[in-house]
């Protein structure tokens, strides 16, 4: 396998960023997910913003950039409350946002989990209730689907957690 690295995103990577999260809303609507990541989102600002606080990263090897997501360790709020379920525990934990890659290699997704996992046993993830090649994919790594979150919109989500210590 080539040999990847992974990096914090710099401004300088935005059109990189901006052509796989086009691709990423193009294959959610090819694979029945019409209702997230819409109207441009996540936006040229979002993206700006995850840069400057140092949460976005980016996935690159001998042909370039080839997937991106958000990562930090601390308490995502909307994470607070958990509706119809409950998170496997209430131990410091890791949170994956926007992952997307530019889907010319396979199993870029599985080099940006390893990643996430070598730094924090805890994390969580969320998605919509349509997006089920996420869901397949979270489940395939031993995630658990834990219940229902609500972003600051109002919009529910599907939580799924992963403890490395304690599936």
Known sequence: MARELIRKATLEDMPVLLEIYER???????TGNTNQWT???PSREI????????EMYVLVDEDGIQASFVFYCGIDP??????DGQW???????VIHRI????LKKHMADIVLEYCESK???????THVDNKPMQNFMLKHGFKHVGTIYLKNGQSRLAFHCNLNKN
Not at 24 to 30: L, Q, Y
Not at 78 to 83: A, G
């Open 100 to 103: 997307a890659t530019r889907g």
């Open 47 to 54: 993206l700006t913003e995850d840069i400057e606080k140092k």
């Open 39 to 41: 109207n441009g989102y």
């Open 78 to 83: 909307c994470y607070n409350k958990i509706y």
């Open 24 to 30: 990423a809303r193009k294959f959610m609507v090819s």
């Open 88 to 94: 496997l525990n209430d131990e410091p934990y890791g």
């Open 120 to 126: 924090i046993d805890n994390i969580r993830m969320d």
